[in-house]
């Protein structure tokens, strides 16, 4: 998911002497290998101003953070995580608990923040992001449309917008194939309340839920650009910015740049809604996820100490209120903005949106379904078809990965 | 030249060729009949999420890697046989596609569809590069000597473009709105995507790596026309001969060589189409072999990769390389033979 919010490129940054922001002088060299995008960029800013501290904000981050993680001594001693990316590292048990380290010094931190599993913190959140309804409130007001809660008001107002001819399409959707149209399909499943694989991490999508939801995808399709197979999240963005697209299931971590001035064409005109449901009484077809910071496990108690220290500056109030609008914060001192009232609202909803589940069973299902849904979209296959293709290409590669016998 | 002499000068060379080339393929041979994989234990983890404002918690049974006492993943390998080529080559379906007598049927199977775009990309280019590069070669022959210079640097530039950059800029070109597909729609006042269908992905890669790869054969041919016998082309011309002709029987035939050896490299460049793919983002409607390699070999989210599918995928797609060089191998060979 990272890749697909961040920005272009790696950046290192190189900390310069401490300075009166931080409250300390850090004496450990500590370096963090994080992904590239604004609220990264923030965050390590705020670490840097501690001394002997290194950033590296890297798109590939996920390709390098395995390996660099379970090397002897680490390669890194912090690292920036989501729930899709700190599965490895948990699996291959190469960052440490912080239990004790959260007892001695986080009495900032607010219990939202720590990422708890198996019953030990293993994670320190900093922010939460979903994707949420993002919409162009002139559109709507102008054709007197309602906002839509659901997949099927999406659908009527799209609809009526196209009658009306408001923009070039109704819709945007980041329905790029591969990882992002994987997620489309995921979110719409859970909408309508598919479980992915069973105890026994069997496939368990070949049903109504999975064709329901591939029935959806294909119905947004028909208000698309119709070439959406590209459209990642940065090209709905440049769609929203070029007032082309009137609604989309966008993430959050976007809003603030789809009506940036000086960016966007419609400045002010992008507003922000719950996440659509599937079903009228579902919960918001989407899912949950957080950015957070671990802690390497193969590295001296007194390393783990600064790096610690390092994150409760990083992640202090000061940073928050300085950095206000780059993300939806889990840090205390955030004052959520207009354009996070959507991600706000599908993180209140009930019935609740699921987290996104850090397992290797849904690592394998999103490639799975990434490679396999166009077939359906591209009217290749049926629905049926598509899914049993789907499982089939999963329980292959669960064998191969050992997770299935 | 004396043997030691020989060997002496041969052996740093061979002795890379076996590190880096011959050594990795074997690794890959291998690793195509093993699968290693952690070995999974089953538990109880109760999970807290960030919720807004209050921590979402929830517990669910989930399968883990189990860990030895060092801490490291406990793994097993064992000996699977041909069942990694099994899973990408699908026997049982591609059985069942061809009672059901459905091609259709047959290219939902990855492995088959991407073998069908391969071998079609591969064999469709090769005429048109020879047949351009030869051209641009007979014109700039042609050309004005004062012409020359400025023409073979203008026809080389495609060539020096990196491959992933120049079909990034074939996408930047017709994506969306782009510069050309704006002036399609202007010029033909319909509404065109070149993105949204496979026909239109496939030629958008087939014109890029005819432009890119007939400078290659341009020059190769302009260096052969070099050496063409002049005496033998104005013996063609008192005998008679038109333009045409003197080519069909006087240039062609001394360029023959030349043309296996084009041939050659582009069946092997050509096989391992890969670049296109991600610059056009194509997956949906079209993928090659060597893409599946990668996308086999390329780590997901939760750190998994199916490497014994990307080597038996490797394998095949060298075994396919090996497999549409024998013709023109073979016919050099004979050449060579005959040249004695």
């Not at chain 2, 690793?31 to 960030?50: D, G, H, L, W």
């Not at chain 2, 006042?189 to 993105?195: C, G, K, T, Y």
């Not at chain 2, 490497?307 to 060979?333: F, H």
Request: hydrophobic residues 50%; aromatic residues 10%; glycine residues 6%.
């Amino acid at each position: 998911m990272l890749k697909t919010l961040a920005l272009a490129g790696a950046v290192a940054l190189t900390g310069t002497a401490a300075s009166a922001a931080c409250a300390y002088d850090n004496k450990t060299q500590i370096s963090l290998l994080a992904a590239a995008f604004e609220a990264w960029k923030a965050v390590a800013d705020a670490m840097a101003e501690c001394g002997n501290f290194k950033a590296e904000l890297d798109q590939e981050f996920r390709t390098k953070q395995p390996a660099a993680f379970a090397a002897k001594p680490p390669l890194y001693q912090l690292g920036g995580v989501s729930n899709g990316t700190i599965t490895p590292l948990i699996n291959d048990a190469t960052i440490r608990p912080l239990d004790d380290l959260v007892a001695k010094y986080g009495q900032d931190l607010s219990p939202n923040q720590l990422i708890r599993i198996d019953g030990k913190i293993m994670a320190i959140a900093m922010m939460v992001n979903t994707q949420h309804l993002q919409y162009r409130g002139d559109v709507l007001t102008d054709l007197d449309i309602a906002v839509p809660g659901t997949w099927d008001e999406v659908l009527a107002a799209a609809d009526a917008i196209k009658q009306a001819g408001a923009v070039d399409y109704p819709l945007g959707a980041t329905m790029k194939s591969g990882w992002d149209q994987g997620l489309d399909f995921i979110n719409l499943f859970y909408g309508h309340g598919g479980e992915i694989v069973d105890e026994a991490n069997q496939p368990t999508i070949n049903n109504e839920a999975g064709v329901k939801a591939l029935e959806t995808m294909k119905a947004i399709t028909a208000y698309l650009d119709p070439e959406y197979t590209v459209s990642d999240s940065t090209y709905v963005q440049q769609q929203f910015q070029q007032g082309k697209i009137a609604m989309a299931n966008f993430w959050a971590s976007r809003a603030g740049a789809s009506g940036a001035e000086g960016e966007s064409q419609v400045v002010g005109l992008v507003e922000t809604a719950a996440a659509p449901r599937a079903v009228p009484d579902g919960p918001p077809a989407t899912t949950i996820w957080w950015d957070g910071l671990v802690i390497a496990k193969n590295i001296s108690d007194e390393e783990a100490e600064a790096a610690f220290q390092l994150i409760v500056e990083g992640l202090d109030t000061d940073m928050v209120q300085a950095n206000n609008d780059a993300a939806i914060w889990l840090v205390p001192g955030y004052e959520p903005t207009r354009l996070a009232k959507g991600a706000i609202e599908t993180l209140n909803a009930q019935p609740p949106a699921r987290a996104y589940p850090s397992t290797v069973a849904m690592g394998l299902m999103h490639t799975a379904l990434g490679n396999g849904t166009s077939d359906y979209l591209t009217g290749a296959k049926d629905a049926e078809t598509t899914l049993a293709d789907i499982e089939d290409a999963y329980v292959t590669s669960a064998r191969e990965a050992g997770l299935i016998q | 030249m004396k043997f030691r002499t020989f060997a002496a000068f041969v052996a740093p060379s061979l002795f890379m060729m076996i590190l880096f080339i011959a050594v990795p393929l074997v690794s890959v041979l291998i690793q195509s009949f093993y699968v290693t994989q952690p070995v999974y234990e089953r538990i109880e983890v109760e999970s807290c999420t960030p919720g807004f404002p209050q921590p979402v918690c929830t517990t669910r049974t989930s399968s883990r890697p189990m860990l030895d006492e060092g801490g490291d993943v406990v793994t097993q390998t064992q000996f699977v046989g041909l069942q990694s080529y099994r899973n990408l080559i699908q026997p049982d379906r591609v059985r069942a596609a061809l009672a059901a007598g459905s091609w259709d049927q047959l290219m939902t199977i990855d492995f088959w569809r991407a073998l069908r775009f391969t071998l079609f990309f591969t064999l469709i280019t090769l005429p048109m590069v020879i047949v351009l590069g030869l051209s641009i070669a007979l014109a700039v022959n042609n050309a004005v000597h004062s012409l020359r210079g400025p023409v073979i640097f203008i026809s080389l530039l495609p060539f020096i473009i990196t491959p992933i950059i120049g079909g990034l800029s074939i996408r930047w070109l017709f994506i969306g709105d782009g510069i050309l597909t704006s002036g399609l729609e202007w010029l033909l006042a319909r509404n065109i995507s070149m993105f949204s269908q496979a026909w239109t992905l496939e030629l958008m890669m087939i014109i890029y790596r005819v432009w890119h790869v007939a400078p290659f054969a341009f020059v190769i041919f302009y260096a052969g026309l070099q050496t063409v016998n002049q005496d033998t082309l104005e013996s063609a011309i008192i005998d008679g001969a038109n333009r045409w002709e003197r080519l069909r029987y006087v240039i062609v035939p001394h360029l023959m060589p030349l043309i296996i050896f084009i041939a050659l490299i582009h069946l092997m460049d050509c096989y391992r189409v890969f670049e296109e793919i991600i610059a056009f983002s194509s997956q949906s409607y079209v993928i090659s072999l060597q893409w599946l390699t990668y996308d086999l070999l390329s780590p997901d989210q939760a750190g998994n990769r199916a490497i014994s599918r990307a080597s038996a995928s490797a394998m095949l797609t060298m075994v396919g390389i090996v497999i549409l060089l024998i013709w023109p191998l073979r016919r050099t060979w004979r050449e060579h033979k005959g040249s004695h």
